[in-house]
């Protein structure tokens, strides 16, 4: 049996703005139906991984294949396969029908327009009679994402891209939003990758989340970042102070690194600190947040450490065994060993 091919297969992608580099991807797939979320802080990458994906942007270095085939910038073959909503979306002075209907148009493809338009602004959850001759400035921030939503939607697209799609709008157009973004992949077949903060909604639609910083790509989705400054506790290991008193215990990296990484996996829970574990380090805290993945029915939770957010994974029985619930005091544990440095 021949395995379907991937939406995307990303190699060796290096993307410098300037003398400095924004991404760096070795390998990376997408697949065809998948949801995907992107995680990261701002100016870690996201964006520009978004512009490459939409092929609005040539790589540095490296190849961009679209379902097997090596695909570049504007290419005829994929321009009306591809849609990129960004977070500030753009809508032409013109009415909200107007707008849903360009891209149709573009395509001179006007049969049953109107039924068309009409069940694109239903897909986002806007009347047809309230929204269609309604001008571009006479929508809220929700609204206005809405509309430009349904205005991709509305091409069938095999992509969609979103670029903190519900950044600036409600919690209920973000609800329609996510329930527009689920349709599309449940009606259309179509590959979703979507970049937000908001990590409860995201986790919420995703099958799967990439973490990005500083341009690196973490396939195990949101993994902990630890940023200097550091101080040197001997010749092989260095520490970093909280605010509250607590030191982190790191070993030295072979190179100069400006962040380290300790991966969820390393990380373990529980109420009290073991006695004589001194080359352990283990960390007071509270859970902050709860998050259910979608995927697999784990728990995401979110440790704050005074001035330091980590994140673990849990599983049901881990819960139920400790009674872990948001507010609970606990003890993280993890080794300076299983630190990595990037």
């Not at 490459?52 to 097997?68: D, N």
């Not at 013109?94 to 891209?103: C, K, L, P």
Request: with cysteine.
């Amino acid at each position: 049996m021949t395995k379907e091919i991937s939406a995307y297969h990303l190699k060796n992608i290096q993307h410098y703005y300037g003398n400095t580099k924004v991404l760096g991807i070795d390998d990376l797939k997408i697949e065809k139906g998948s949801i995907t979320g992107l995680i990261g802080p701002n100016g870690s990458g996201k964006s520009t991984l978004l512009k490459l994906l939409a092929f609005a942007q040539k790589p540095s270095m490296g190849q961009i294949f679209y379902k097997g085939r090596l695909e570049l910038p504007f290419s005829p073959s994929i321009r009306s396969k591809i849609t990129l909503l960004t977070q500030k979306p753009y809508l032409l002075k013109r009415t909200v029908f107007e707008n849903i209907a360009f891209g149709l148009r573009i395509r001179k493809e006007k049969k049953d327009l109107e039924k068309k338009v009409r069940k694109a602004l239903l897909n986002v959850g806007l009347d047809y009679q309230h929204f269609a001759t309604r001008f571009w400035n006479e929508l809220s921030g929700g609204e206005a994402q809405r509309v430009a939503m349904a205005a991709r939607l509305i091409l069938k697209p095999e992509v969609l891209l979103l670029d903190e799609p519900i950044a600036s709008v409600d919690i209920e157009s973000a609800g329609l939003i996510r329930q527009a973004s689920l349709n599309a992949r449940k009606n259309l077949g179509t590959t979703l990758v979507i970049a937000s903060h908001d990590l409860q909604w995201l986790y919420s639609i995703s099958d799967q989340q990439l973490s990005i910083f500083k341009g690196n790509i973490f396939s195990t989705g949101m993994e902990n970042i630890i940023t200097g400054p550091f101080e040197k506790s001997d010749k092989k290991n260095l520490i970093k102070k909280l605010g509250d008193g607590q030191i982190i215990q790191l070993n030295m990296p072979a190179q100069t690194s400006c962040a380290a990484i300790i991966r969820k996996k390393n990380i373990s829970i529980d109420l009290e600190k073991k006695p004589g574990s001194d080359k352990l380090n283990q960390l007071s805290g509270h859970i902050s947040s709860m998050l259910l993945e979608k995927k697999n029915k784990t728990i995401m939770a979110t440790i704050s450490i005074h001035d330091l957010s980590l994140i673990l994974k849990l599983y049901p029985e881990k819960i139920s065994r400790l009674d872990l619930y948001p507010g609970k005091k606990v003890i993280l544990r993890f080794a300076s060993h299983d630190v990595e440095w990037i």
